[in-house]
């Protein structure tokens, strides 16, 4: 059953993103024939029947509206330097747990219909459970994924510090898992060409196998991950591991009630943005589940913060409200949290991986993103 409506939800979330970008291209055609006259119910004026415009008089700078400048974001992205930003930033890993029911953050239920204007949403308490364990999330090295082999073939070290694996490495998985999800084999080319642009976000199930549609699945990653690693020393004592075996070595650390949803989010990379403290669903699933973060930083060797989530680490578990809508996220509205209760967790070299359950943290997009994405197993 948690399967079906994890694929129905997919397919809900891939169908609208399609009609989002679609209906911007339409928008976009109609705007350039209104440009160029198409259909735009009158004809189009000659050079000769225009009547001469009156010569434009440059404004000082000094003299123009910094106000509408900023309003059209120009000033504002040619300042703007998350890269400078991002290393001002404190971890903070060892933040004090935070104590959501006396903070003043309020409950919004199923897509913001209910908000709790009270300052000590009562509510929240009964949503309270044990106490978290003192290691509320931890990072993992790819290097631990294939114990051994990995830490000889260097997977860790490659990873960090070739820009251009990186890519292919993402390219490959995003496209392989997009091929493996059948609710996209029906798409035309064009709405295929519109979901896979790396600059936008996609979602599929990280749990795949052969089956007669896909003999040979991860096609892509199976081949670039032999093409990196197969020049290693002594590559036949160190097997190299397929596109499979890497995912589902990653989807083993969410757990026997992994969900098997897979995301790569890019999020908002040109503006610093505010907190928005949520939980993924606020369910433990048919066991223990953890998420799991895939950090793909901007630039080689690179070590900071900006790329993983935000997170707000709790002193009990909260868990969704009795009747929350199944898979849908809780979100926390209210007070400005205190920065030094915010773990802005740390990129590097053998840190390629975020682990944290859902019901021990809050967690947030980071108020400045430097990264190209990030995935999200769970």
Not at 14 to 24: D, H, I, K, P
Not at 95 to 113: E, K, M, P, Y
Not at 177 to 203: G, V, Y
Not at 275 to 287: A, E, F, L, M
Request: with cysteine; hydrophobic share 35%.
């Amino acid at each position: 059953m948690q399967r079906s409506l994890t694929a129905f939800s997919l397919y809900l979330a891939t169908y609208w993103s399609l009609c989002c970008a679609l209906n911007q291209l339409n928008s976009v055609a109609v705007l350039t024939n209104k440009s160029t006259g198409k259909d735009s119910g009158r004809p189009i004026r000659s050079l000769r029947d225009r009547s001469p415009r009156r010569p434009s008089v440059a404004v000082p700078s000094c003299h123009r509206d910094a106000s509408k400048r900023s309003s059209r974001g120009v000033a504002t992205r040619k300042s703007w330097n998350p890269s400078a930003l991002v290393r001002l930033q404190n971890p903070n890993e060892n933040a004090i747990a935070f104590n959501l029911a006396s903070s003043g953050l309020r409950l919004v239920q199923d897509r913001g219909t209910k908000v709790y204007a009270n300052t000590a949403d009562p509510s929240i308490a009964y949503n309270l459970h044990a106490p978290t364990p003192e290691t509320r999330f931890r990072f993992v090295s790819l290097n631990e994924l294939f114990p051994h082999s990995s830490a000889m073939l260097g997977f860790s070290e490659t990873f960090s510090t070739d820009k251009h694996f990186r890519e292919q490495l993402r390219n490959s998985l995003r496209r392989d898992l997009f091929d493996a999800n059948p609710t996209h084999h029906r798409l035309s080319e064009k709405a295929r060409a519109i979901l896979l642009q790396p600059d936008s976000s996609l979602q599929s199930s990280w749990s795949i196998s052969s089956s007669e549609s896909i003999p040979t699945p991860t096609p892509r990653t199976t081949a670039l991950l032999q093409k990196t690693f197969g020049s290693t020393p002594h590559p036949t004592e160190y097997s190299i591991p397929t596109g499979v075996d890497l995912l589902n070595a990653i989807g083993s650390l969410c757990g026997r009630g992994a969900s098997t949803h897979w995301m790569d989010i890019v999020g908002i990379n040109d503006r610093a943005i505010s907190h928005s403290w949520h939980q993924d669903t606020g369910r433990r699933g048919d066991g223990e589940s953890w998420t799991v973060l895939w950090g793909f930083p901007k630039e080689d060797c690179y070590v900071g913060t900006g790329v993983f989530t935000h997170v707000l680490p709790l002193t009990h578990e909260h868990h969704a409200p009795h009747g929350h809508t199944q898979n849908e996220p809780v979100l926390f509205h209210g007070i400005t949290v205190p920065d030094e209760s915010i773990v802005r967790p740390c990129f590097g070299p053998g840190k390629e991986l975020l682990v944290y359950r859902d019901i021990d943290v809050l967690h947030s997009a980071p108020d400045v993103t430097y990264r190209t994405s990030v995935m999200r197993f769970m």
